[in-house]
Structure formats: C-alpha cells, structure tokens
C-alpha cells in the first residue's frame, strides 16, 4: 500500500544562497494493506515533514525538493495528487486544517468532495458525530472547541471519508484520558476495515499499542520492527530523547511555605458567555476560587469544560460576562492584558497564537523589551541558552516545527520573570529533551515562590501540584490535594 524508497526531502532556502539542510535523507519504507505504523522521532527528526510527502503535500505546497519515488495504493503521489478521499492526514495542530462553519460542515465537507449522494453523506455525519461524541457540538463553529475537541473532529471529518491511508501525527496530542481511549477505539476500527495506518508519535505506549515502529532520526529511518524490542531498551529511548520515565523527572514539591499576603488569584462567581448565533453558550458557571501566593495548581478535566475559558480571564484575555477578577489583590477591571503582562505570564494551548516576531531572539526579548528589563540582551541570551535555542535563534518561529514553536513560547514566557505563570497543556508537543527543560524550569519557579497555574492532561504531572482543581461542564466539581482529586477523576473516566 504505501512504497517510498530512497526519498530524500530539503525545503527551499529562504535567501538566495542559503544552504538548507536535508531533513529526509534516503528513507525508504514498505508497508502492507491494512498494516499499522507508528513513526517515533524526537522534536526535529522530520516526522511531520515525512507525513507531508505521504499525503503528496510535499514538496507541491511546501516547496523544496524531493527525490525519490512515493507510491501510495499504486499512485505516484510526487507526480500527481493523490485521488480525493484516498489519503487523509491528520496534522499535529490539527486546528488549522478546520475551515467550515460548523461541526457538521466540517464532517460534510470531504464527503461532498468526493460526490457522494446527499443520503450516504448525512448517514456518514451522523455515524462520525456519534463516534467521536460530537453530536452536542454539531452546530458550534469549529474555531468555539477546544482543542482536543478540535482534534476530535479533524479526525472523524478524516475517518467519515474511509480513506484507504490515514497518516496521524501526533492524533493524541491534547485529548483527555477519555479522548484518548475513544480516538484509539476508533483508529483500531478502522484498522479493522482494511486501513493502513501510520502514526506519527512521541508517545511509547502510543508505540506499544500499534505493535510495529519505526524510528527516525536525523532524517534517516530506520526499518521497521517490533516494538516490544525497541522500547525495551528504555535507556536508549531516553538517551535520544523519545521518553523521559517519571522516576527521572527533577523535584517539583514546595521548597518554601505558602507566602503570606492578598491571594494571587481570587475569583468571585465567575460567570462567562460565548456568542453563538443560537444565542449565548454559558462556559462557566459561577466559580469561585483563591490561589495563594506561591502555589502550583494543575488544572484538570474534560475537554471542552471550560479549562482554557477560566484561565484566559486571569490575564483579562477574556473579561467576566459576570463576576470579578482579582490578581495580587487588585481587581482586574478594564486593566489590558499588556499591563498584565508584568504580573502574569501566559502560555497558550497551541504556540502560534502567540508567535509574531520574524526570529526566535526577537520573540523571547520582545516582553523583556517591552517591560524596560535591565541587562535585557544578556537575560535573553540566558534563556535562549537554557532552552537550547541558540542555534535556531536567528530564525523565523514560524517555519520552525510544533515542538520547537513550543520551546520557544515556553522561553519567551520564561524570559518575562513575572510572579505568576499560567500554562494551557505545555507538554503537548514535547519529546523527552523538551519535557525535561520544562520540567527543570517548572522546579526552580518552585524555588523561587513563583505561583503556577497548569492546565494538564497528563496525570502524572498533575500528581505533583499542590492542588488540583477539576472541572466540568464550566462547573468546579473537585478541588483538593491531588491524591484525593485525581483518584476520583480516573473513577469517573
């Protein structure tokens, strides 16, 4: 079903002259009708690059060039597109592969593509609204989801057409435990039905499940095998930077008593409404909660209860449609978010959101720029050392891969200093190298007494809070130590 042999890829230069690297080089890959792959490689090794050329995305609109032959069911896919329908993709931020108005659009759309009669088309709707549990959602316009909702429908869009290859990358990326177990279900029913699959993935049980891997490294890739007998070898795995076992993380606990003085942040019967054509959709359900200073809390929950929603009002992203706000004891008010800035740090769910500037340097000095911070080149340059992106600082954050553009938002919110730190899903997106940097920057905020506020999927992180606040719903129905909290989170799951 899919044949690459000898492939080698290189984007084209920005300026004239420039050299650019290979990042494919003589990859070679055979897989069987009906066969599942999952790819590992740390940050960089070019696996989305890879799922690119598999759906014949590149280089006809990537740029670069290619050598090699590509052949997917039969079809040369570096000559011409591939048939509508034959191949889907799934990419890692899979947001921007969303363009219809609604949920059910979004599912409707390939299917119309591919000229299928009216009642087949709204049979597949509703078949894929069901399975990807979609069905409350279907008029909501994409862009309203949260992300691991987002996730949800790129792939039962992807999934309703039955292509005869689905390429993944990274498909777990964001979703909760239930998410995960669902959209596993579901690439397993699939698999099933005859489709070849191959996974793009950082995840080792992601790997394991699948049974079959292969690794990429540095562009070259390697055959596949069992993957029994590749993770088991978890001092290799670690050494290039596919995992990092729990029992290597640094210390996370308290290292000083909570501090005293006003709550770092204080929330009084928080309520917040989206517009929607329908009228209103109510996100959160008047909340209430005080954060001393100091303190880590993970936030933890479904996707789509409102986790996001409650943290953007911290920094006055979002304001209260009832309800106020207060932050180092001072109510927010009409306060802008840039004057905010100097209190709160913020990192968001997907980086590019928050990527502007033309190059890595210029995106980590721009807040210490901004704040008038003394010694603000050699802070900068401290960072970049610390987040290993000394080598990449003189580029664009833009065509810089999902993980790279993670590393980079998490130093530029790491150069600001600011007291209090929120950060929406940071590991999502990280490989083991990446994981440990954040983790080590997470366990000197700890140090210092800065208070951190983290929305996470990941249990294990959320284990090492102080707290654990669970929502659901845009309701707070848990909130305590995390032994008491997350034992009853995973009852419910």
Request: charged residues 20%; contains cysteine; negative net charge.
């Amino acid at each position: 079903m899919i044949h690459l042999d000898d492939i080698s890829f290189t984007y084209a230069a920005r300026h004239r002259g420039e050299h650019t690297p290979e990042v494919l080089k003589g990859c070679t890959l055979h897989v069987e009708a009906g066969q599942a792959l999952a790819v590992m490689g740390a940050t960089g090794a070019g696996k989305s690059t890879l799922s690119y050329v598999l759906a014949g995305l590149a280089p006809r609109h990537t740029g670069g060039r290619l050598s090699g032959s590509v052949v997917i069911s039969g079809h040369n896919v570096a000559e011409t597109p591939p048939p509508i329908g034959s191949v889907g993709l799934l990419f890692q931020d899979a947001a921007t592969q969303l363009f219809n108005t609604t949920v059910e659009d979004e599912i409707a759309w390939g299917l119309e593509a591919m000229g299928l009669p009216p009642g087949e088309i709204g049979e597949r709707v509703r078949a894929s609204l069901a399975r990807f549990e979609l069905e409350p959602d279907r008029r909501r316009p994409p862009w309203a989801l949260s992300g691991g909702q987002q996730k949800r429908l790129a792939l039962a869009a992807l999934s309703a057409m039955r292509p005869r290859v689905l390429i993944l990358d990274e498909p777990w990326g964001g979703l909760d435990p239930h998410g995960r177990s669902d959209v596993h279900a579901a690439i397993e029913s699939l698999q099933a039905a005859g489709t070849t699959l191959v996974l793009m993935t950082l995840r080792v049980e992601t790997a394991a499940r699948i049974g079959t891997v292969a690794t990429l490294h540095d562009g070259e890739l390697s055959e596949p095998a069992a993957a029994v007998d590749l993770l088991a070898d978890e001092a290799a795995l670690i050494a290039s930077g596919l995992y990092l076992p729990t029992s290597a993380w640094p210390g996370l606990g308290p290292v000083h008593p909570l501090q005293d003085g006003p709550p770092a942040i204080e929330i009084r019967s928080l309520e917040f409404h989206y517009p929607s054509e329908s009228g209103d959709t109510k996100a959160l359900h008047g909340i209430d909660l005080t954060i001393p200073p100091g303190q880590f809390v993970a936030v933890v929950g479904p996707n789509g209860a409102g986790k996001s929603t409650l943290v953007r009002h911290f920094n006055g992203l979002l304001r209260p449609t009832h309800g106020t706000v207060s932050v180092l004891g001072q109510p927010i008010g009409r306060r802008s978010t840039g004057e905010m800035a100097r209190q709160i740090g913020f990192l968001f769910q997907r980086p590019e959101q928050q990527l502007f500037a033309p190059t890595v340097r210029e995106e980590v000095a721009y807040g210490p720029t901004q704040l008038g911070m003394e010694k603000a080149d050699d802070h900068v340059q401290q960072v970049l050392r610390r987040f290993g992106l000394e080598t990449v600082a003189d580029s664009p954050p833009a065509l810089l891969g999902y993980g790279a553009q993670r590393t980079v938002t998490l130093a530029a919110l790491a150069a600001l200093s600011t007291p209090i730190v929120v950060l929406d899903e940071p590991t999502v997106g990280l490989d083991g190298h990446g994981l440990m940097q954040l983790l080590t920057w997470l366990s000197d905020l700890r140090a210092s007494g800065v208070t951190i506020v983290l929305i996470t999927h990941e249990m294990a992180l959320a284990a090492r809070a102080d707290r654990v606040i669970a929502l659901e719903a845009g309701r707070v129905v848990n909130d305590g130590p995390p032994a008491t909290v997350l034992t009853e989170q995973l009852k419910g799951e």
